[in-house]
């Protein structure tokens, strides 16, 4: 299992604006995940996007996977202040069967003001 | 609602004493995952249980412990608890292995 690391630790933007965030991993995957979590509740699973994918979408949000470079992005659209939480990517690699899991990084903590 | 369930919401005790925290999965799920969640570490993969059986250990400490019960909700148990055991602790469930998972709302310990 190897864990994702998001970039900026943090992004403060106006309603209605663009929000990217970045995730970086070390090795193969089968599929890279992100998940949000608001203040002190459980995550929620925002996209999965497998390692022949390059780009899905899903509502307001797009997201990129780039395995040459290691690398994946999530951009939320004309953002709401109910987007504001933290977003963890999770870059996965199934080794066969049911084992393996997911190592969650800090995340980005995303804020958007009204 | 992610279909999986916690209990308690809430839980506070002293050093040295031992809790029981339960999570129900999803219908149809048969994985469990624990994590815990502090202020420091982050979002740390305590136990993975798929169908009854251990498949994965994280970071987790002797005095803790877990099991999956055959119908499937899972029990994590915390001995001996010392003041940083304070924390979130979440259960999540997946129908196979790790690819989505669904987490529980949660049950946050104090240690005092």
């Known amino acids: 299992s190897q864990q994702g690391e998001e970039d900026p630790q943090a992004l403060s933007i106006q309603e209605g604006e663009n929000a990217t965030m970045n995730c970086s991993y070390k090795?193969?995957?089968?599929?890279l995940q992100w998940y949000r979590q608001n203040s002190g509740r459980g995550l929620v699973h925002l996209i999965l996007i497998r390692s022949n994918e390059r780009e899905k979408h899903s509502g307001r949000l797009r997201v990129t996977l780039d395995t040459s470079k290691k690398s994946s992005s999530l951009l939320i659209t004309a953002s709401r202040a109910a987007d504001t939480a933290s977003y963890f990517c999770a870059p996965y690699m199934n080794y066969g069967g049911s084992q393996g899991n997911l190592i969650f990084g800090k995340g980005t903590k995303l804020s958007v003001k009204p | 609602d992610s279909g999986v369930t916690q209990t308690p919401k809430h839980l506070i005790t002293a050093t040295g004493q031992r809790v029981t925290l339960r999570c129900s999965p999803r219908s149809g799920d048969l994985s469990v995952y624990w994590y815990q969640q502090s202020l420091d570490q982050g979002l740390q993969f305590l136990i993975q249980y798929y169908n009854g059986e251990e498949r994965a250990k994280g970071n987790i400490l002797e005095r803790f412990s877990a099991q999956q019960f055959p119908d499937l909700h899972s029990e994590l148990n915390l001995s001996s608890l010392e003041l940083g055991d304070s924390a979130l602790y979440f259960c999540?469930?997946?129908?196979?292995?790790?690819?989505?998972?669904?987490f529980g709302p949660g049950t946050r310990l104090t240690v005092l």
């Open positions: 090795t193969s995957i089968n599929n």
């Open positions: 999540a469930s997946s129908v196979f292995g790790p690819e989505e998972q669904f």
